[in-house]
Each structure stands twice: as C-alpha cells, then as structure tokens.
C-alpha cells in the first residue's frame, strides 16, 4: 500500500520559515515523482514543486521559486519543502502527491498526480 504523509505545518510569522516532511512508503522512487501541493478552501488545488530522485530535476511553481527549496533523503523515503520568507499568501494545506514519471513533464498540473497524503496546515500570518 503507497503511503505519503506529509507533516512539519505550523504557524508563522510574515519572512519565517517552515519545513515540511512526507513521509513515502510502498513506491519506488525509480518510477514516480513527488511533488508538493497546496489547497486553500474554495480555491483549486495548485502544485509548489516537484522532484524526480532518477534524475534529480526539481520544479517550482513561480510563486515559490527562490524561497522554497524542495529536496530528497533517499535513504529515509523522505521528501523535503523548505519554505523561507513566507508569505500570508502561502498560508494553505500542504499535500504530498505522487506522479508518474512518464507524466513528469506535467508537473504543473494537479490531475497527474495519482496518490495523496493527509495534509499539513500551514499559517502565515501578516
């Protein structure tokens, strides 16, 4: 059974920093992707980032890039968002996906990703 468990939200000031955890069990890193994802209630879901461990290419909506860095502890099944200068903006569930690679170059895109993970809440506030 593929488990994806995202952790690590909290509340925040304007400019602090989180980082957030997920948790991986029952995939393998070779076939899928793992991206990061955010929903605020009544807006869609919009993926932050992404990472492939077979390649090691990382993605990042342009909301996000240049203040989260997302990355990978093989050995743990662990993927990592750092999230540094937060903004309210950012303030929404946090969501760990899969994607196949073979979908890879539609990161972007939250219909590709095919198993979820309990949400994280994060709080930015002004």
């Known amino acids: 059974e593929v488990q994806l468990q995202a952790s690590g939200g909290g509340l925040v000031q304007t400019g602090g920093s989180l980082r957030l955890s997920c948790a991986a069990s029952?995939?393998?890193?070779?076939?899928?992707?793992i991206g990061w994802l955010r929903q605020v209630p009544g807006k869609e879901r919009e993926v932050v980032s992404c990472?492939?461990?077979?390649?090691?290419?990382?993605y990042y909506a342009d909301s996000v890039r240049g203040r989260f860095t997302i990355s990978s502890d093989n050995a743990k099944k662990t993927i990592y968002l750092q999230m540094n200068g937060l903004r309210p903006e950012d303030t929404a569930v946090y969501y760990c996906?899969?994607?196949?690679?073979?979908?890879?170059?539609?990161?972007?895109?939250?219909?590709?990703?095919?198993?979820w993970g309990q949400g994280t809440l994060v709080t930015v506030s002004s």
């Open positions: 029952g995939l393998t890193f070779d076939d899928y992707a």
């Open positions: 996906g899969r994607v196949p690679l073979l979908l890879l170059k539609q990161w972007a895109n939250p219909g590709v990703y095919d198993v």
């Open positions: 990472i492939s461990r077979s390649d090691g290419s990382t």
